[in-house]
Structures are given as structure tokens and as C-alpha cells.
């Protein structure tokens, strides 16, 4: 079964601190995503990748960024964390070329900004 | 990406059919339907998708109506573990892809 595991499940960090969300998968697939997802207002795409060193925006990108270094890997990365930025992070991967498209999800890392 | 509409929530009675409606009434020719779900405090998981066929598997039924411009996911019989928000989306087919998931509908399985 593919795995997507997150690095941590609940994160409570101050504003202005820097903070490292991890993802990683293990059925080496291409693209990795971030999304945040807040009551109300689904699941909205953060950043994904299709490649190692390549990164694309999502429809909310701002305030956020990411790495992907190695193929398994794809970090969010919050410069000076607000009290905005407090949510549920949820990392997904895929394959390039799937035939189903499907995205495999994490469990999620829920965010407290202080 | 096309966009879709989907009723807020919904209830049905366990062991009975679920049948999720979909509006896409902007879908281009080469955008699939996708459905996802989501149990409470877990990701996503896929469901079914399909381009213009009627799709089946061992979780749902995806029925698209011969126009493209909406769709029904059933559950055949539905359970209480099947009570969760359940997402349509539609999305150009090929290889550099992003899914935007909507609000989806809260499906609501009673004992």
C-alpha cells in the first residue's frame, strides 16, 4: 500500500517562529502537494511538485514555502508562522502518469499558532 | 478546472443507496470526474473517477449523464463508516496535474 506519513500530527508553535512540515512517500511517485484545509472552506491547494527542484504555485501560496530535495520528500516550510497560518496541513502524493490520477493523502498535521 | 456544484449535506439510512449528485455543467470535453472522500480527522481517499462511461468498483458506482454535465456517485449500501464529506471534482486528464477540491457534501449515515 502507498504510504504518505507526515512528519507530525499536532504542532503548536508561537508567531514568528519558522516552521517545518515534513512529508514523505514511499511509492516513489513524481508529484507531491500540500493543501491546508480549514472549516468552511475545504481544501485549498498550497504548492505541489512534479519533480525534484521543481515547484509549482497553488491558489493560496502566500506566507508559505517548500523543498523538495529528494523524491520522497516535499517539506512546507512557514518563514514567520501567524496565528492565520493555524490549520490542518495535509500532504498528498501521485503518480506522474497514473492511469486513475489518484492522490494518496496523509493523515494530516494539525497546526496551532500561539 | 471546471467548476462543480454539490448539495451541502446530506442523510441517508443505513443499508439503504446514497446517491451524491454532482453539477459540472462547464466540463470540457477532456476533463474526468473525480470523487473523494474524507471520514472525519483523516485525509482524503480516493473513490472512483470516469470521462464519460458509467464506472463501477468495489466502493461505488459513478453514473455520468450522457450530456457530461453532472454526475451521481452511489453507495450501494450504505454504512455508518461511510458518513463523511464526499468530494467532485473535474480535472484535465494528462500528466502535470492539480486537483482543487470544493466544499463537498457531508454525507450523513442514520442507524
Known amino acids: 500500500d502507498v504510504k504518505v506519513t507526515q512528519s507530525s500530527r499536532y504542532l503548536v508553535k508561537r508567531t514568528g517562529e519558522k516552521v517545518f512540515l515534513e512529508c514523505v512517500q514511499d511509492?516513489?511517485?513524481?508529484?507531491m502537494f500540500w493543501y491546508r484545509q480549514d472549516p468552511g472552506l475545504g481544501l485549498r491547494l498550497i504548492y505541489f511538485s512534479y519533480d525534484v527542484k521543481m515547484k509549482e504555485k497553488g491558489d493560496i501560496p502566500e506566507g508559505y514555502s517548500v523543498s523538495r530535495e529528494k523524491k520522497e520528500r516535499f517539506s512546507l516550510i512557514l518563514e514567520s508562522a501567524s496565528t492565520n497560518q493555524t490549520s490542518m496541513y495535509l500532504c498528498?502524493?501521485?503518480?506522474?502518469?497514473?492511469?486513475?490520477?489518484?492522490?494518496?493523502f496523509g493523515e494530516g498535521s494539525r497546526l496551532t499558532v500561539l | 478546472d471546471a467548476k462543480t456544484t454539490q448539495p451541502t449535506s446530506m442523510d441517508c439510512a443505513e443499508g439503504r443507496a446514497a446517491n451524491l449528485p454532482c453539477n459540472h455543467s462547464?466540463?470540457?470535453?477532456?476533463?474526468?470526474v473525480y470523487w473523494y472522500r474524507q471520514i472525519h480527522s483523516q485525509g482524503p481517499q480516493y473513490i472512483i473517477h470516469?470521462?464519460?462511461n458509467n464506472e463501477t468498483n468495489e466502493m461505488a458506482s459513478l453514473i455520468i449523464t450522457e450530456d457530461r454535465k453532472s454526475s451521481t456517485l452511489i453507495l450501494p449500501h450504505a454504512t455508518l463508516r461511510d458518513t463523511a464529506v464526499y468530494y467532485c471534482?473535474?480535472?484535465?486528464?494528462?500528466?502535470?496535474?492539480?486537483?482543487?477540491f470544493g466544499k463537498g457534501t457531508l454525507l450523513t449515515v442514520n442507524p
Open positions: 511509492m516513489d511517485h513524481e508529484n
Open positions: 498528498a502524493s501521485s503518480l506522474l502518469r497514473g492511469q486513475t490520477g489518484e492522490l494518496f
Open positions: 470516469g470521462l464519460k
Open positions: 462547464t466540463i470540457s470535453g477532456n476533463e474526468y
Open positions: 471534482i473535474v480535472r484535465v486528464g494528462g500528466s502535470n496535474y492539480k486537483l482543487t
